[in-house]
Structure formats: structure tokens, C-alpha cells
């Protein structure tokens, strides 16, 4: 299944609005963290290349999943809502149920960087200085001869 062609600018664009109108009745913790994550993906837009910017922004986002179920269920407004705080505790629902689909598009934006998740490929731009057939001890003396220890 090919994922759509999504700007990372639009995901964000979008989370940043439907954040917004659920700082309506969520405030504090849920606020805190949705913007963090936010800046996070800030990061990731302003750095196109950087591997680590956009794996702390889908990392981030993972975690806010299970931020805002726990916030959400523990403060929601249980009786008397108004127009207002049912639009802006809709919202926040929203942004939730839409985090796993943006976690999917970002992971597949994470791929495209170049990222992996899962063992180490050793992708290490470094290249060692020592040929594998020319070992020397790393105390020796010009002579070649090691260090001997002296016995006291």
C-alpha cells in the first residue's frame, strides 16, 4: 500500500490548529506537551536532512498518543458543556484519532531520510585508520618489541 504524498508542513499546519482549539478545555499538561512536540516537528521542517530531528518528532508524537488518552480521559468535562468547550474537547478527540495516521506518514518521511528502525547497519561515515593485516600493540616501542611489564 503506497502512503499519499504528505508535507510534513501540512501535517503540522494541521496538529498545530486542532491543538490550538483543544487548548479550549484542555490546558496545562495537554498543552505542554502537544506543543513540545510541535517545536519538535518545527525542527524536522527546518532541518530537511537531519535523520535525528524527524525520529524525536515521530517519537514525540507516539508519546503524545498515550499522553492525550490519559489526559483526556482523566479531564474531561463530565456535565454542563457549552458550545464552546464541546467544540474545543471535539477537537482534541480529533487531533488524537488522527495522531496514528500522521505517525504512519511520518515514519514513511523517516524511511525516505534515510532512518531504520530495528538492529544497527553500522552506516558510520568514519573509516577506521588501521588496515585489518597491520595490528601493532599500542604501547610498542619503534622496535616493534610490546611493552613488558616489570614485575615488582
Known amino acids: ?7 510534513l508542513k501540512a501535517i503540522l499546519l494541521v496538529h498545530w490548529l486542532l491543538t490550538t ?31 535525528d530531528a524527524i525520529s ?17 480521559s482523566i479531564f474531561y468535562p463530565r456535565n454542563g458543556l457549552t458550545d464552546t468547550e464541546r467544540f474545543g474537547a471535539g477537537m482534541a478527540i480529533l487531533s488524537l484519532l488522527l495522531k496514528p495516521f500522521s505517525c504512519c506518514l511520518i515514519y514513511h518521511m523517516y524511511r525516505e531520510r534515510g532512518g531504520f528502525l530495528g538492529p544497527s547497519q553500522e552506516h558510520s561515515a568514519y573509516q577506521t585508520i588501521d588496515s ?18 616489570q614485575g615488582y
Open 56 to 72: 524525536m518528532f515521530l517519537g514525540g508524537l507516539v508519546a503524545t498518543i498515550f499522553l492525550d488518552i490519559v489526559h483526556i
Open 21 to 51: 482549539w483543544g487548548c479550549i478545555v484542555f490546558s496545562g499538561p495537554y498543552t505542554w506537551a502537544n506543543f513540545t512536540i510541535l517545536a519538535l516537528g518545527v525542527w524536522a521542517v527546518a532541518q530537511r536532512d537531519s535523520i
Open 132 to 149: 585489518s593485516e597491520a595490528r601493532t600493540e599500542p604501547f610498542a616501542s619503534p622496535d616493534g618489541r610490546g611493552h613488558t611489564s
Open 1 to 7: 500500500m503506497e502512503l499519499p504524498a504528505v508535507n
